[in-house]
């Protein structure tokens, strides 16, 4: 169990610790460098959203045939509706923009709260798959191993890392905060990820017929933040291939460390 709890806990520290470049980074990251990382995040995402969940998913649903699709199928489609609902309905900011998506409240909230909206809805679907993955381990399905579920845990960390910087330093100067503030601020963008990651931990302790679906699930609104957010941000601006060679750079490690700890 303290393996489990160690693993749901990586990807929240690669958060952490890249918050914590808002004290030693002045300035924000260059534009070039920040597609770069956005490229790579993306990689990371497509690359655990097919080797540690969809390629489980149907090895769970053998027993189907031909049919073995159909759990991946539904799951993913399901989960892209999910994020799909969420960014309607989450009052949230994105970086470098100024019109709030989701229903906006009466009362209209804080520039900054809406910036780290927009990141906790991110994060949500990455604490979703690092759960599943270690739920499927702990039921003792052989297609899920404990160090799968902890190869997407560092994966998903490597990520997590770039983004808590490219957060907390839009963050000082975006919402006139301090660097403490900021800090403070990427931090709890990331607490979303263990919290989800309990949660579908318990719930599919209750119905684990539903394993495959749920991974399928969680890699359709991983997919979901990819295809609708990091990949147009990291071809925003002047044209460049930083972005792409990130993104390939992200997938193979990603790649690696399923294959070689999975």
Known sequence: MNNVLIGILIPFFGTLAGAACVFFLKNEIKP??????????????????????????MDMSEHMGKLAFVPAAVGLILGFLFLLLMDKLIPHLHLDQEKPEGIQPKHSLRKVTMLIFAVTLHNIPEGMAVGVVF?????????????????????????????????????????????????????????????????????????????????????????????????????EGEHSDVGTIGFALGFMVMMILDVALG
Request: proline residues 6%.
């Open 32 to 57: 070039l460098i920040q597609k770069g990382l956005l490229g790579f995040a993306s990689g990371v995402m497509v690359a655990a959203s097919v080797w540690s969940l969809l390629i489980p998913a």
């Open 135 to 235: 739920a499927g381990a702990i039921s003792g399905n052989t297609n899920v191993t404990l160090m799968g579920a902890i190869a997407l845990s560092i994966g998903i960390a490597i990520q997590n890392f770039p983004e808590g910087a490219i957060i907390s330093l839009p963050l000082k100067s975006a919402g006139n905060v301090g660097r403490m503030k900021a800090f403070v601020y990427g931090t709890l963008s990331g607490v979303v990820e263990p919290i989800a990651a309990v949660i579908t931990i318990l719930l599919s302790g209750f119905i684990e017929p539903a394993l495959p679906y749920l991974l399928a699930l969680a890699a359709g609104a991983m997919l979901y933040v990819v295809v609708e957010e990091l990949i147009p941000e990291s071809a």
